[in-house]
């Protein structure tokens, strides 16, 4: 989804397909990844899969924060994170390779069960897909009280939104116009607008 602003701002939020997959490949086969990496368990909680567990050697999950981090780079080629837990896999590690052929159709299975779930979410609610799925958010209402603040209109930016299905209050800000947001973060006005309008003040 795309909201335009005054002059030239954008936000655009999406569940991002590659880092649901990734994180309910991490969540079924127990990889154990470095801190740094961490981002809260899938919501719901997505079990352990005794099939994916001779997966999660140690290199698979070293591989698996490496790429996770190369997913949140910025990419200009694609509109949002690289697709690369798409059929036919390539150009992913060895032992990531591995996990992820044994893992992907019950990934992919759980990515469009929850996106159907957005969906149903989005058609209760009359068309509006409030906060739920970021656009409540009071964007526009920030960015016109900050631009009251500098008493100037706000500078052309972009701000990109991810919305993933984690458990907790969580938000992360990964890159300049690129921030990770659980739902329950979207579903709390407080402290959504808490986490945004610091970003929302440097991009504007």
């Known amino acids: 989804m ?6 030239s701002w954008q936000v655009r939020t999406d569940l991002a397909q590659p880092l649901v997959i990734a994180l309910h490949l991490r969540d079924a086969a127990g990889l154990d990844v470095a801190a740094d990496a961490v981002v809260p368990p899938l919501e719901p909680a ?13 290199q698979a999950a070293a ?9 949140l780079d910025n990419h200009p080629e694609f509109s949002g994170v690289p697709p690369v ?18 893992g992907l159709p019950n990934a ?3 990515f469009h069960a929850c996106k159907q779930e957005d969906l149903q979410y989005l058609r209760a609610s009359g068309g509006r897909p409030g ?32 919305l993933l299905p ?14 990770l ?21 440097d991009l504007a």
């Open 108 to 110: 992919l299975a759980w």
């Open 85 to 102: 837990f798409a059929e036919p896999l390539h150009g992913l590690p060895a032992a990531l390779t591995a996990l992820a052929k044994a």
């Open 2 to 7: 795309k909201f335009a602003g005054r002059p």
């Open 131 to 162: 906060r739920r799925m970021g656009v409540g958010l009071g964007i526009g209402e920030l960015v016109r009280r900050i631009e009251q603040d500098n008493g100037r209109e706000a500078v052309p930016f972009t701000l990109r939104i991810s």
């Open 63 to 71: 591989q698996w924060a490496q790429v996770w981090q190369s997913m």
């Open 181 to 201: 947001l659980s739902r329950s973060m979207c579903e709390d006005e407080a402290a959504c607008e808490a986490f945004l309008d610091p970003v929302l003040r």
């Open 166 to 179: 984690v458990a907790g209050i969580w938000a992360r800000r990964v890159r300049h116009g690129h921030v």
């Open 46 to 58: 997505v079990p352990l899969d005794a099939a994916l567990v001779p997966y999660a050697t140690e």
